[in-house]
Structure formats: C-alpha cells, structure tokens
C-alpha cells in the first residue's frame, strides 16, 4: 500500500507500467538456435522499455537485502 501511494504521487505513469504490465518484450530466434530479445526500435517501444525498467528498479530497492535473491528472477515490474 505504501509503494503504490509513493509510486502513484512521484509517477503515476510508472505505477501503471506496475499494474498492467506494460512491456511486451518479443524474443527472436537465430538460425543458430539462439535466442534472445529484441532491442526496442521505435520511440515508443524505447519509452515502454524505459518505464519497465524503472518500475522493476524501484520495487527492487524497495525489498529487504536478505529476500533480494528470491525476486531477483521475475522478468517483467507486473509478476515483481
């Protein structure tokens, strides 16, 4: 309750990113078999990203050190 209150007065639009989970992050494939992310392209894509990384930064700072490692593998703000 505390976080969404700090998060909806400093960043509305970042506590948004938080809910609804706003970043898709698309995953190609290489003709190796690799695959990994695809790096944003257009400015909104950019800004998408941004606002995700931000949001997952800030719920991170906020847990305790010692249970750090437990969220440390939630990929996306929203599942954090």
């Known amino acids: 309750m505390r976080m969404e209150q700090y998060l909806t007065f400093t960043d509305h ?3 948004g990113v938080i809910v609804n989970g706003d970043s898709v992050s698309p995953v190609a494939s290489a003709s190796a078999g ?4 695809i790096p944003p392209k257009t400015a909104e894509q ?3 990203r941004k606002n995700e990384l931000k949001a997952k930064s800030t719920l991170m700072l906020a847990i ?4 750090l490692l437990k969220f440390h593998a939630y990929k ?5």
Not at 34 to 37: D, I, T
Not at 64 to 67: A, I, T
């Open 13 to 15: 639009a970042l506590w």
């Open 34 to 37: 690799a695959e990994g992310p």
């Open 46 to 48: 950019k800004l998408t």
């Open 64 to 67: 305790l050190d010692e249970q």
């Open 76 to 80: 996306d703000a929203k599942s954090l």
